[in-house]
């Protein structure tokens, strides 16, 4: 059963705690951000705790909020949610790193997050985009496969001067070719 009161207690923490705080759009970041997290978050799981943490996902992050006042006001398992989520460490070439992402409930939130980011890239520059969608996909896209003709990777083909001059290949070969039926 939800507990409205503990939700609503959760949206005026959110909304007190990023006030003034804008996306990169120039909206609220409560209204562009938190609310449709906890949206799409309420789409997947009803539970009260997992819905508070969607709402408060940003706080540790982006806030003066520490993990004690989280679990003062709304309990250890919201806390131990929202520090789920949180990123650790500084940024570097491959972006932020989650180490405590681990629970369904956490990577449920975690996943409407980045889709919610996605969702709002208009005002990004496409190389700000790009690091973002490469960091954000889980899955592989065939890219690291070795060449049938080399044993390249698509990736080393396309930083290789020899793909293509004599004596090399003559670029990537998919491992997997379609097989055309004539009708």
């Known amino acids: 059963m939800r507990d409205f009161e503990k939700i609503r207690r959760a949206m005026r923490?959110?909304?007190?705690?990023?006030?003034?705080q804008l996306d990169d759009s120039g909206?609220?970041?409560?209204?562009?951000h938190l609310f449709p997290v906890f949206e799409a978050v309420s789409?997947?799981?009803?539970?009260?705790?997992?819905?508070c943490a969607a709402l408060l996902h940003d706080?540790?992050?982006d806030t003066d909020t520490t993990y004690k006042d989280l679990a003062v006001a709304f309990g250890q398992r919201v806390a131990d949610l929202v520090m789920e989520v949180t990123h650790e460490g500084e940024k570097d070439e491959y972006g932020r790193y989650f180490p405590r992402l681990k629970t369904a409930d956490g990577i449920t939130i975690k996943l409407c997050d980045r889709a919610s980011n996605i969702s709002r890239m208009e005002p990004w520059n496409e190389k700000?985009?790009?690091h973002y969608l490469d960091k954000t996909k889980f899955w592989k896209?065939?890219?690291d496969r070795p060449c049938k003709e080399c044993g390249m990777t698509e990736e080393e083909h396309k930083d290789n001067?020899?793909?293509?001059?004599?004596?090399h290949c003559s670029g990537f070969v998919q491992n997997a070719s379609l097989e055309v039926e004539d009708e």
């Open 141 to 143: 896209d065939g890219s």
């Open 161 to 167: 001067k020899w793909v293509g001059k004599p004596g």
């Open 43 to 51: 789409c997947l799981n009803g539970e009260t705790d997992v819905l």
């Open 128 to 130: 700000r985009r790009q």
């Open 59 to 61: 706080t540790i992050e």
């Open 13 to 20: 923490f959110a909304t007190a705690a990023h006030k003034g």
């Open 27 to 32: 909206i609220d970041y409560y209204e562009a």
